[in-house]
Every structure is written in C-alpha cells, then in structure tokens.
T-cell receptor, first 111, second 114 residues
Framework: GQQVMQIPQYQHVQEGEDFTTYCNSS?????IQWYKQRPGGHPVFLIQ?????EVKKQKRLTFQFGEAKKNSSLHITATQTTDVGTYFC???????????FGKGTSLLVTP | TAGITQAPTSQILAAGRSMTLRCTQD?????MYWYRQDLGLGLRLIHY???????GKGEVPDGYSVSRANTDDFPLTLASAVPSQTSVYFC?????????????FGPGTRLTVL
C-alpha cells in the first residue's frame, strides 16, 4: 500500500535556526496536507498543497510540493519556541480515498 | 462551537474488559475517523465513516468496531481489550469524504490497558 515517509524523526535546534522536514511517497499523490501537534495536544491542520511544484507560505513557514507530486517539504525560518511540536504530512494516492499520515517530525527548540 | 469532543479524557482498563470511546461533533460533517497514535508510529487509521449509516475499515481495524447511527456520533468499541491497544485515540471529522477535505481532530483519549 501507499506509504508516506517523513524525515527526520526528531530535530533539535537553537532558537533562531532554520528547520526543514521532508515527506516522501512511493506513489504519486493527489494532494498533501500538513498538520501540527503541540505536546499533549491534537493535530491541527496547517495547509494543503494540490498542484505540482506548488509553494505556499504562512509567515515563517514555507511549504513545497514536488514537481512529480511524490514529495513535499516544510521549512521554518528562524524558529521560535512556539514552533515546538510534531509536524505531520498526510497524502492521498491518486487512486485512493484516505489520508495516509507520515510518522511525523518532532521539533524541539531551545532558547 | 465545541467542534469535536471525546470522552473519556483518559482511562485505565483491565485486559479482557470492553470499553466504548465516545466521539461527538457539532459541525454537521459527513465523514468521521478514528486514529490511534503510538510513539514512533504516527497516526494510524482504525475505522472511518464517510456518511451516517456507513463505515469502513482503515489500516488497523482488528479488535475494534464502530457504528454511525447519526451524523454527530461515532463511537469506537473495544470488545475485549488487550495491552497492545494501549494508545492515544483521536477522533476526527471532515466536511466531505474527499482527500482534499481538512480533518478536524478531537482532544484525544489516552487509554491504558493493563
């Protein structure tokens, strides 16, 4: 079945450093969604990408969808302690109906 | 609005006992989902319902059952709990059953099976 792989599993940065998490699929995706889960909380939707090569920005967060629609990335510029949490990508295969979540990247930001 | 509520918040359950995790949404969403979250394994889909009266199996359905008698409620039942079902359970809903629909998650139920 379709798998969505996410790397790295963990990332520890100093406040102000940049951070990137990558999401890769074995099959072409119809779309990809990104969610953030704060420690002790529940996943919260951040953004969705549907077009090949699409780039979207939310303040310090930049999301990209690969040209082949098999990979995606989330880049945070100048991290802050409020960025702490686990970031999940979730994608659906062209022939599928359900979102397949990656295992997530846990980000720790120290002041 | 409340969005999605789950009950209980946490529970300790003896192995072999049954339990129902409750999930209610007030957004009139058509689709609802149950996930379990385990350290290092991310979110795994247990069961889903694309509309009231219809349910389907996800990635890890064994040991769990669901029902969708109405739009708002989607209970998850463990008929005979086992320790491997210790996990955090999240209910979610989306307006439609399309891959592009945003999923909204409840606060979760932390279940420990001893």
């Amino acid at each position: 079945g379709q798998q969505v792989m996410q790397i790295p599993q963990y990332q520890h940065v100093q406040e102000g450093e940049d951070f990137t998490t990558y999401c890769n699929s074995s099959t072409t995706l119809s779309n990809i969604q990104w969610y953030k889960q704060r420690p002790g909380g529940h996943p919260v939707f951040l953004i969705q990408l549907v077009k090949s090569g699409e780039v979207k920005k939310q303040k310090r967060l930049t999301f990209q969808f690969g040209e082949a629609k098999k990979n995606s990335s989330l880049h945070i510029t100048a991290t802050q302690t409020t960025d702490v949490g686990t970031y999940f990508c979730a994608g659906t295969a062209n022939s599928g109906y359900a979102l397949n979540f990656g295992k997530g990247t846990s980000l720790l930001v120290t002041p | 609005t409340a969005g999605i509520t789950q009950a209980p918040t946490s529970q300790i359950l003896a192995a072999g006992r049954s339990m129902t995790l409750r999930c209610t949404q007030d957004m009139r969403h058509n689709a609802m989902y149950w996930y379990r979250q385990d350290l290092g394994l991310g979110l795994r889909l247990i069961h889903y319902s694309n509309t009231a009266g219809t349910t389907g199996k996800g990635e890890v359905p064994d040991g769990y059952s669901v029902s969708r008698a109405n739009t708002d409620d989607f209970p998850l039942t463990l008929a005979s709990a086992v320790p491997s079902q210790t996990s955090v359970y999240f209910c979610a809903s989306s307006e439609g059953f399309s891959p592009t629909d945003t999923q909204y998650f409840g606060p979760g139920t932390r279940l420990t099976v001893l």
